[in-house]
């Protein structure tokens, strides 16, 4: 596991996030909380991977304490624009505060997804997919991310295959079509 950022607190219950349809087309705003009860309501998200110079991507564990999937492995950063943020500020904000980077992000695709975690709620977002590149060394803040590391694009397939339970369900249906429409992001660890 990587060095350690600081324990500050970046994600709250009462954020307002951004209710969309399935066009992306802003309809009003609710809270963290509320966006994710029950079966979700559809809201603006994003996920960013982050690869090194070697074509390695960089995961991280979610916090055991995240009330959804908690302990389960996923993409680099995965969060919500707020209200009346621009999507690149978010993108930014984010990177800093869960995993310490700065890296310039590229938009790759947009996808709609919906999943339940048993009784404790459901994620329902229209999802921006974002990629960049960066060596310097992450630190993980504990209150996002339990644990960080890197992994050859063929190591995270492999994972996915042996160890499906262990990620995420928003990062086995991005993570396919990165490797078939994005493979340039991927240099030498394919």
């Given amino acids: ?25 802003e309809l ?19 996920s960013l991977v982050v690869f090194n110079s070697a074509g390695a991507l960089l995961l991280q564990r979610r916090a055991a ?20 943020e621009a999507m690149d500020a978010a993108i930014q904000r984010r990177l800093r505060e869960e995993v310490g980077l700065q890296a310039e992000m590229s ?12 009784d404790k709620g459901s994620e329902h977002e229209l999802c921006w997919v974002y990629a960049g590149r960066s060596d310097a060394t992450p630190r993980a803040n504990p209150q996002e991310v339990d644990a960080i590391r890197y992994l050859s694009p063929g190591d995270v397939d492999e994972a996915l295959r042996t160890t499906p339970e262990a990620f995420t369900p928003w990062f086995h249906l991005e993570w ?5 429409d994005h493979s340039r992001l991927l240099g030498r660890g394919t």
């Fill in 176 to 180: 396919p079509r990165i490797r078939r």
């Fill in 65 to 84: 304490h995240k009330p959804l999937w908690p302990g389960y492995w996923s993409n680099t950063v995965c969060s919500h624009p707020r209200r009346g």
């Fill in 28 to 46: 009003g705003f609710c809270t963290k909380a509320d966006a994710h009860r029950g079966e979700g309501r559809l809201h603006r998200a994003f």
């Fill in 107 to 118: 938009f790759l695709f947009k996808f709609q997804y919906r999943a339940r975690f048993g």
């Fill in 1 to 25: 596991m990587a060095e350690v950022n600081d324990d500050r607190v970046v994600s709250f219950d009462d954020e307002p996030l951004v209710l969309v349809d399935s066009e992306d087309r």
